[in-house]
């Protein structure tokens, strides 16, 4: 069974600067790696996934990267913005091969003005 | 536009009086799945389904059953609700090996 262990729990960061999150997986997994991003009383929304053969992904101020021989992937959020103060929640893939995803536990982010 | 959606938004009951929670997705995915969301416990997977009349367990499947009849639609069925099963409720679709794409939600209370 595949365990995914997301930090910091939460996280203050000022407007402009670079949020980081981290998360690490045990089981050798395939497929794709994404990140939600959720805001209160709203379902999670994919924000960026990456998959396990490409080292980095960027899509505008949010770039994953991927670390397949230290099972970590991050996401970082460049020029942070008060908009972006949400949950963020990384997942990783149950097993081989298979559709089910396991969420890491949250992250909150709060990004101050 | 493509969405997933899922009634009631939010629900107030009591014990052991069965419910239903429907979730349906205009995009033609096979797999659907539904997720339970508790404070410091992040999301657990209930019961997912690879296809029409295909289903499984996930991480946390006691107390709940599901059916999937037909490829848009996989309800969540509570027949016999606990206190302990208020939560918050997702589901999500997608096609095999792509993310998911998540419901706006499902507030259960159970009195």
């Known amino acids: 069974q595949q365990q995914v262990k997301q930090s910091p729990q939460s996280l203050i960061v000022q407007k402009g600067g670079i949020s980081i999150i981290n998360c690490a997986y045990e089981?050798?997994?395939?497929?794709?790696f994404p990140w939600y991003q959720q805001f209160p009383g709203k379902g999670p929304a994919l924000l960026i996934a990456i998959r396990p053969d490409v080292s980095e992904k960027k899509e505008g101020r949010f770039t994953i990267s991927f670390n397949k021989s230290a099972k970590q992937f991050s996401l970082h959020i460049m020029d942070s913005q008060p908009g972006d103060s949400a949950t963020y929640f990384c997942a990783a893939p149950s097993r081989a091969g298979s559709y089910q995803l396991t969420f890491g536990k949250g992250t909150k982010l709060s990004v101050i003005p | 536009e493509a969405q997933v959606t899922q009634n009631p938004r939010y629900l107030i009951t009591v014990t052991g009086k069965k419910l239903t929670v429907t979730c349906s997705q205009n995009?033609?995915?096979?797999?659907m799945s539904w997720y339970r969301q508790d404070p410091g416990l992040g999301l657990r997977q209930i019961y997912y389904s690879m296809n029409v009349e295909v289903t499984d367990k996930g991480d946390v499947p006691e107390g709940y059953k599901v059916s999937r009849k037909e490829k848009r639609n996989f309800p969540l069925i509570l027949e016999s609700p606990s206190p302990n099963q208020t939560s918050l409720y997702f589901c999500?679709?997608?096609?095999?090996?792509?993310?998911?794409?998540f419901g706006p939600g499902t507030r259960l209370t159970v009195l």
């Open positions: 089981n050798t997994a395939f497929d794709y």
């Open positions: 999500a679709s997608s096609f095999p090996g792509t993310p998911s794409y």
């Open positions: 995009m033609n995915h096979e797999y």
